[in-house]
């Protein structure tokens, strides 16, 4: 999910903040965590954006959502309207919701999650007692992604479906951290690239 408009990072947009350790964007160095660990990527994005000034790999998939300024639970629901009727997408059983500024996530954390999937199942990563992303979201409750509205995101099927919500533990920060100020981006630089002891 990159159609969010981040107002608390200022001016610059955030999806396309310089991730000094690869030289990325912040969108495109998440989205190279997730290559690594997924094997069809959807990006959405707003309908004005341009997928090369964010540093979207050419191997990722685009859904524009029209709604994006509502908040993430329209660009949810923008994205699951596209997906559920394409016949893309009829064989897969589960779909991973992923944010788009979360750039320190390893590419185990989410290949951990991935043998809990199925239809019926909601998967969520677990670091230190503390909920993650991505979700992953079985195929029964696409519907109810469809009908998200406003800025909540997925919480509403979270909280009606935790029964069914399989929680991993799972040692990697990555899955809580995303960036929400400028600041967060300098801190989250630092944690991976300490400065050296003298």
Same mark, same amino acid.
């Given at each position: ?13 955030? /999806?396309?903040?310089?991730?000094? +350790?690869?030289?990325?964007? @912040? ?17 959405? +994005?707003?309908?004005?954006? &341009? ?10 998939? +685009? ?8 908040? @993430? ?12 009727? $394409?016949?893309?997408?009829?064989? &897969? ?15 185990? &954390?989410?290949?951990?999650? @991935?043998?809990?999937? $199925?239809?019926?199942? +909601? ?15 079985? /195929? ?8 998200? $509205? ?15 919500? /399989? /929680? ?29 002891? $003298?």
């Amino acid at each position: 999910m990159a159609a969010g408009y981040s107002r608390r990072f200022g001016a610059e947009d955030k /999806r396309m903040a310089y991730w000094p +350790i690869t030289g990325r964007t @912040l969108l495109g160095e998440t989205l190279h965590q997730l290559q690594q660990a997924l094997a069809n990527l959807v990006v959405v +994005i707003r309908p004005e954006d &341009s997928p090369q000034a964010l540093g979207i790999p050419g191997a990722c998939q +685009i859904i524009h959502a029209p709604h994006a300024a509502q908040g @993430l639970g329209a660009s949810i629901a923008d994205a699951l309207d596209v997906i559920q009727r $394409s016949g893309q997408w009829q064989q &897969s059983h589960s779909l991973a919701l992923m944010l788009g500024d979360m750039p320190t996530l390893q590419p185990a &954390s989410v290949r951990q999650l @991935l043998p809990y999937a $199925s239809e019926k199942q +909601i998967v969520r990563p677990i670091y230190q007692g503390q909920p993650g992303h991505p979700v992953v979201f079985g /195929r029964d409750y696409w519907p109810a992604l469809q009908q998200l $509205s406003a800025d909540n995101g997925a919480r509403q099927v979270l909280q009606h479906h935790q029964q069914q919500v /399989r /929680r991993v533990a799972v040692a990697d920060p990555g899955v809580v951290h995303d960036i929400d100020t400028a600041a967060a981006l300098t801190a989250a630089f630092t944690a991976e690239n300490p400065a050296p002891r $003298s």
